[in-house]
């Protein structure tokens, strides 16, 4: 697997894997070059988020336990921080799948990754954008560990 940033000009093939915002992403790639799009956009939950992103390496005197007792080493990359919330999330999104929609081959699949709180909203853009009839179906994480909220319905179930 190849990852590039987005403020890169890619060089198309079969391990492309591009990390950044896809909004500077997709204004540089060839349209109807792709069989599948993954986006995973913020989800709107209007909580502060933080993300950091690890090197990680195999060293026997790691930080990090790994699966059948392999130890790694970490080391931090990058950490940011962004405050979870938009005003207008759907206009947000639609500049991107629409170019997501443009850069699908005849083929292609658009995997979007996106939780409870706005699938059904995102569900109605992206019949707009695509067609109804290009739904082909939806994928539910189950989960069997963590908490369960006790007042309402688990966001893993």
Known sequence: MR????ADRPVLDDDLVIWGDNAVALGRLPAAAFDLIYL???FNTGRPQARRTLS?????????NGFGGRRYRSRLL??????DGFGDYLGFLEPRLVRARELLAPHGTLYFHI???EAHYCKLLLDEIFGRDAFLN???WSYDYGGKPRRRWPPKH
């Not at 990852?3 to 987005?6: F, N, Y």
């Not at 990680?56 to 990090?64: C, E, F, L, N, T």
């Not at 990058?78 to 405050?83: G, I, V, W």
Request: overall charge negative; some cysteine.
């Open 138 to 140: 939806e994928i539910i």
């Open 78 to 83: 990058q950490s940011l921080s962004y405050e």
């Open 3 to 6: 990852i590039c940033s987005a």
């Open 115 to 117: 939780d409870y709180r």
């Open 56 to 64: 990680v390496k195999a060293d026997s005197g790691g930080d990090r």
């Open 40 to 42: 995973d956009p913020p």
